[in-house]
């Protein structure tokens, strides 16, 4: 692992920075759509498991 971080992520995927990430939905589309407008050969697919999605925090 070479960093661990919960910023600017969205813009280093889009670049290729990143191979791997864990996040937002919303954030990970916005990523996925910056890429290809950047038309920067970057492909970034989402991947949601269908019986856990969640997004957000639920406090107990």
Do not use: H, Q
């Not at 937002?24 to 498991?49: C, F, Q």
């Amino acid at each position: 692992m070479k960093r661990f971080s919960s910023s600017g992520y969205i813009d280093d995927m889009a670049a290729g920075n990143l191979c791997a990430a864990i996040g937002y939905g919303g954030d990970l589309n916005i990523a996925k759509t910056r890429a290809e407008e950047a038309a920067n050969g970057v492909e970034i697919k989402v991947l949601t498991p269908k019986p856990a999605w969640a997004c957000g925090w639920i406090p107990l």
